[in-house]
């Protein structure tokens, strides 16, 4: 079974409000990735976490991760429809490689 | 838009078909990644290469050789695929592999249908 899955698989709102995506993981991290792709498109880069931080902000994006319980979180705030896109976590189980999870598609209606 | 492109961004190729996919990076990385992304599966390593050497092949079968001249570039040669090869086939790179892992930067993908 994959390392990374996100909940929810699918997510839609309304521009301004603000999206909440989770991860889980299962084994240990060195650190945490967040990644956006447009549909049919590459991944961006939006965040890293390390596994000694709690939260880290960037613009509109927080992320949290709580290793006690392996889960990590994303919430974009102020939510805008150019947002609209899939958003994966991908972790490194202790390997040196990235596994990625399934995605939540986020939708933003304007 | 990322400084990895890659081409063709789209390949319809026959199961008897022989073709190439390509990477380059602009970014003075030293590793490349290739995965695969099929509909509702998560994204899939293929191979790593780092400084020029292959560091990862993800047990993918023989009909995918991958090929990497350099730093800056990564090649996919394709040859009698199956229609279950069709997917978005997309490259990355990163300023090593292996170190603590830092962000990977991805390529636009190659949209491959095979017929």
């Known amino acids: 079974s994959q390392q990374g899955e996100e909940d929810p698989q699918a997510l839609s709102i309304q521009e301004g409000e603000n999206a909440t995506m989770n991860c889980s993981y299962k084994t240990s991290i060195n650190n945490l990735q967040w990644y956006r792709q447009n549909s049919g498109r590459g991944l961006v880069h939006l965040i890293l976490i390390r596994s000694n931080e709690r939260e880290k902000h960037s613009g509109r994006l927080r992320v949290t991760l709580d290793t006690s319980k392996k889960s990590s979180s994303l919430l974009i705030t102020a939510s805008r429809a150019a947002d609209t896109a899939s958003y994966f976590c991908?972790?490194?189980?202790?390997?040196?490689?990235?596994?990625f999870g399934t995605g939540t598609r986020l939708q933003v209606f304007p | 838009e990322t400084g990895v492109t890659q081409t063709p961004r789209h390949l319809v190729m026959g199961m008897t078909n022989k073709k190439s996919l390509k990477c380059e990076q602009h970014l003075g990385h030293n590793a490349m990644y290739w995965y695969k992304q099929s509909a509702k599966k998560p994204l899939e390593l293929m191979f790593v290469?780092?400084?020029?050497?292959?560091?990862e092949n993800n047990s993918v079968p023989s009909r995918f050789s991958p090929e990497c001249p350099n730093s800056s570039h990564l090649f996919l040669h394709l040859h009698t695929l199956q229609p279950e090869d069709s997917a978005l086939y997309l490259c990355a790179s990163s300023q090593e592999a292996g170190t603590g892992f830092s962000e990977q930067y991805f390529g636009p993908g190659t949209r491959l249908t095979v017929t």
């Open positions: 290469y780092n400084f020029k050497e292959q560091t």
């Open positions: 991908a972790t490194d189980a202790n390997t040196d490689k990235l596994i």
